[in-house]
């Protein structure tokens, strides 16, 4: 059975890393999706353009040791966070800053064109408040990574503040205005608004806690399940811990809530057309 991981992170520094990657897989997980977390927990000042293409490609570095070292197969994705967007304006300036993550991105979709990664993310705007002009640039970038993304016909993976119906809708206007096709934009971090996410043109990537996961199902199963791993030593098991998706998959698979073609569609069939790999079996 493949068991698919849409959102996942690593650290070599303050994380299991490898080892993390090898508990999934006793699990019996078998593919992950690994997003790039920041430049700084890489070890780079984020204060240039520069600086988060060494990240990424360090973020490609450490995908390649996964698939070296561990039978997990891994997939990179590269971008660059809201909040290091945030950052980068309060140390810099807004244009300065603007104008560095758009040279970030257009090398983060130069990686997905070179299939060293297969999707633009984590971007979108920052979870938290953040003046006017600056969540109106995030915007506006968000709608940049969402063009490049289109251009290289691959995927993008999306964070944003805390979702509702009203601000999937919203997102829906984006894709539309940008014209990138619906099954490439990933929600990550998705509540479970399936029907919703489907009718604006949203993929939803959603937490795989319990609650989240038996709401989803019951509107359908055009959705991917993450745990937004985060690898940090200090807060074991956040978001979700590494096993979760797999556990919680064979779980539902046993108690009748998903069916055997639920696990296909949720774990081959949606990220292979999201993110157009071909999901070995």
């Given at each position: 059975?493949?068991?698919?991981?849409?959102?996942?992170?690593?650290?070599?520094?303050?994380?299991?890393?490898?080892?993390?990657?090898?508990?999934?897989h006793?699990?019996?997980?078998?593919?992950?999706?690994?997003?790039?977390?920041?430049?700084?927990?890489?070890?780079?000042?984020g204060?240039?353009?520069?600086?988060?293409?060494?990240?990424?490609?360090?973020?490609?570095?450490l995908?390649?040791?996964?698939?070296?070292?561990?039978?997990?197969?891994?997939?990179?994705?590269?971008?660059?966070?809201?909040?290091?967007?945030?950052?980068?304006?309060?140390?810099?300036?807004?244009?300065?800053?603007r104008?560095?993550?758009?040279?970030?991105?257009?090398?983060?979709?130069?990686?997905?064109?070179?299939?060293?990664?297969?999707?633009?993310?984590?971007?979108?705007?920052?979870?938290?408040?953040?003046p006017?002009?600056?969540?109106?640039?995030?915007?506006?970038?968000?709608?940049?990574?969402?063009?490049?993304?289109?251009?290289?016909d691959?995927?993008?993976?999306?964070?944003?503040?805390?979702?509702?119906?009203?601000?999937?809708?919203?997102?829906?206007?984006?894709?539309?205005?940008?014209?990138?096709?619906?099954?490439?934009?990933?929600?990550?971090?998705?509540?479970?608004?399936?029907k919703?996410a489907?009718?604006?043109?949203?993929?939803?990537?959603?937490?795989?806690?319990?609650?989240?996961?038996?709401?989803?199902?019951?509107?359908?199963?055009?959705?991917?399940?993450e745990?937004?791993y985060?690898?940090?030593?200090?807060?074991?098991?956040?978001?979700?811990?590494?096993?979760?998706?797999?556990?919680?998959?064979?779980?539902f698979?046993?108690?009748?809530?998903?069916?055997?073609?639920?696990?296909?569609?949720?774990?081959?069939?949606?990220?292979?057309?999201?993110?157009?790999?071909?999901?070995?079996?």
């Open positions: 059975m493949i068991i698919w991981d849409n959102h996942f992170h690593v650290d070599p520094f303050k994380g299991l890393f490898l080892e993390a990657v090898r508990q999934f006793r699990a019996d997980g078998t593919h992950l999706v690994v997003v790039y977390k920041t430049a700084h927990d890489y070890g780079f000042p204060l240039k353009a520069e600086d988060f293409m060494k990240a990424m490609d360090f973020h490609i570095e995908v390649e040791k996964i698939n070296n070292e561990t039978p997990v197969k891994a997939y990179a994705v590269v971008g660059v966070h809201p909040a290091e967007f945030v950052y980068l304006a309060e140390q810099k300036g807004l244009e300065y800053a104008n560095e993550v758009m040279k970030a991105l257009e090398y983060a979709q130069r990686l997905c064109l070179e299939g060293k990664a297969i999707a633009i993310g984590e971007i979108g705007r920052p979870h938290y408040e953040v006017e002009e600056i969540w109106e640039a995030s915007i506006e970038l968000m709608k940049y990574g969402m063009i490049l993304a289109k251009e290289a691959c995927a993008v993976q999306l964070h944003t503040e805390s979702f509702d119906e009203a601000k999937f809708r919203e997102l829906g206007e984006y894709v539309r205005e940008v014209g990138i096709k619906p099954h490439r934009v990933v929600k990550h971090f998705s509540p479970p608004l399936v919703v489907e009718e604006v043109g949203v993929f939803p990537s959603i937490i795989a806690s319990r609650k989240n996961i038996q709401e989803a199902i019951k509107q359908g199963n055009r959705f991917m399940m745990t937004d985060i690898d940090d030593k200090r807060r074991p098991g956040a978001v979700l811990g590494p096993k979760t998706v797999p556990k919680r998959t064979k779980a698979l046993q108690n009748g809530l998903f069916t055997e073609e639920d696990v296909y569609k949720i774990h081959v069939e949606n990220p292979r057309k999201v993110y157009g790999v071909e999901v070995e079996e």
